[in-house]
């Protein structure tokens, strides 16, 4: 993977299991999208809810080339594991979407009407 990634966990102990699952993602996450220049992944454990027990927040903050801004989506859940795939994944639909509007964008580009063009002419051929 050639994502510099750097993660952080907050009120828990960090996990070896927890940050293969975030590399395993990103690395899913790069295959398709070239543009990604670093990461920064922050775990924190939240204060245990009365009636469902601790929940897990996940930030994840892209950092993207050619001068496209960064990226921060956040997800929380009682699962770090599902956490992690949330917030990835959520990352990966921005992006299909931005991809999309970008070809939209490039598509929509201003044509020339009909009204602007020039009129077809026949040409009279001496001797035709």
């Known amino acids: ?24 993602q990103l690395d899913k996450l790069q295959r398709s999208r070239q543009e990604i220049l670093g ?3 922050t775990i924190e454990a939240l204060e245990k809810h009365q009636h469902q027990g601790r929940q897990y927040q996940v ?4 950092t993207m080339a050619n001068g ?11 699962d770090a594991y599902v ?12 992006l299909t979407e931005k991809r999309r509007a970008r070809v939209r964008s490039r598509r929509a580009s201003p044509r020339v009407a009909a009204s602007e063009q020039g009129d077809i002419a026949t040409l009279d051929m001496p001797g035709g």
Do not use: W
Not at 68 to 78: K, S, W
């Open 1 to 24: 993977m050639l994502i510099p990634t750097q993660i952080i966990f907050r009120n828990i102990p960090s996990s070896d299991a927890v940050s293969a699952e975030v590399l395993k």
């Open 68 to 78: 496209t801004a960064a990226i921060t989506r956040e997800y929380a859940d009682e």
């Open 83 to 94: 956490a992690v795939r949330g917030v990835l994944e959520a990352i990966s639909r921005d």
């Open 59 to 62: 930030r994840v903050h892209l």
């Open 39 to 41: 990461c920064h992944v």
